[in-house]
């Protein structure tokens, strides 16, 4: 079945830097790959979600890459804020063939002001 | 959590009781799971369902029962509770949507 790595386990940054989280999978076939937010005490929210056939998408301050060849794939937050403080977590899955969601362990992510 | 509802929010149990958690979506997806997130293990499947009428186990099936009454729910049943299954349960719905999770105690 699939598994997915993802690194760091812990990131802090300041204020205004940007920050990378990456996951790696091991199913090539998976084709969906989402990336979620939790705040502490909430259930986690997708944030930005990208599929197989494109390479990066963007959403104002958030970004997520894909590397098929390489599996693996990336979430890039630029000009950060402290409400970007969070734990994100990083999933894939094979939509469509009956398949199971698998996450990442989860990146705390701490932004100091 | 827009669309997801789960009940009950909070339980305690003592150990060998049992109880059902809920999950109920208003969005007409197909695909549901069941995870629990417990410290410092992330999220691991307990079951999920593909579409109405199939159910497969995931990761941490043992101790739970699971039913897809219909499309719209998509219950957990702990038949006999234990101490291991302290956690944090969240139903999720096709693959974005999570409930606002559940939060069991057993003693």
């Known amino acids: 079945g699939e598994n997915v790595e993802q690194h760091p386990s812990t990131l802090s940054v300041q204020e205004g830097d940007s920050a990378v989280i990456k996951c790696t999978y091991s199913?090539?076939?998976?084709?969906?790959f989402p990336w979620y937010k939790q705040e502490l005490g909430k259930g986690p929210q997708l944030i930005i979600d990208i599929r197989s056939n494109v390479g990066e998408k963007k959403d104002q301050r958030i970004a997520v890459t894909l590397n098929k060849t390489a599996k693996h794939f990336s979430l890039h937050i630029t000009e950060t804020q402290p409400e970007d403080s969070a734990v994100y977590f990083c999933?894939?899955?094979?939509?469509?063939?009956?398949?199971?969601?698998?996450f990442g362990a989860g990146t705390i992510l701490r932004v100091k002001s | 959590n827009a669309g997801v509802t789960q009940t009950p929010k909070f339980q305690v149990l003592k150990t060998g009781q049992s109880m059902t958690l809920q999950c109920a979506q208003d969005m007409n997806h197909n695909s549901m799971y069941w995870y629990r997130q417990d410290p410092g293990m992330g999220l691991r499947l307990i079951y999920y369902?593909?579409?109405?009428?199939?159910?497969d186990k995931g990761e941490v099936p043992n101790g739970y029962n699971v039913s897809r009454l219909n499309k719209r729910e998509f219950s957990l049943r702990l038949e006999s509770a234990a101490p291991s299954q302290t956690s944090v349960y969240f139903c999720?719905?096709?693959?974005?949507?999570f409930g606002p999770g559940t939060r069991l105690t057993v003693l």
């Open positions: 999933a894939a899955i094979k939509v469509f063939d009956r398949d199971e969601l698998v």
């Open positions: 369902s593909a579409s109405e009428g199939t159910t």
């Open positions: 999720v719905i096709n693959e974005q949507f």
């Open positions: 199913d090539s076939a998976s084709n969906y």
